[in-house]
């Protein structure tokens, strides 16, 4: 996780350096329905690769947004949840789902 005096100080500038790609969100929004394990994100986001997955989950887990739940199983069995911090951005996610679809809505006029 960054320092203080390491972010932006525009705070929508600190937002968008937090969840720099479309596969943060898109990882976070599946995250919102309960934990998962990474194969179930990687077959629920199509493009997504292994190494961008693995990059972005352990960025997250930096940042302080997901948490990962290892088992401590053999064969090794993981999951990732959004952390506390991770289940404020419900409703940005929610506001993001609300106003693409508003926008999709715009151009069948």
């Known amino acids: 996780m960054l320092k203080r005096e390491e972010m932006p100080v525009c705070d929508v500038a600190t937002t968008v350096q937090v969840l720099d790609s479309k596969w ?5 929004r599946d995250l919102m329905t309960g934990p998962k394990r990474p194969v179930q994100l990687l077959k629920s986001l199509p493009g997504l690769s292994q190494k961008v997955l693995t990059t972005s989950l352990k960025s997250m887990i930096s ?6 739940i290892d088992y401590n ?3 090794p069995h993981v999951e990732y949840r959004l952390s506390p911090l991770g289940e404020s951005l419900r409703p940005v996610i929610e506001a993001m ?3 693409g679809k508003y926008y999709k809505s715009q151009l069948e006029e």
């Open 24 to 28: 943060k969100l898109l990882i976070i």
């Open 63 to 68: 940042d302080g947004i997901v948490e990962k």
């Open 73 to 75: 199983t053999m064969p």
């Open 97 to 99: 789902r609300r106003w």
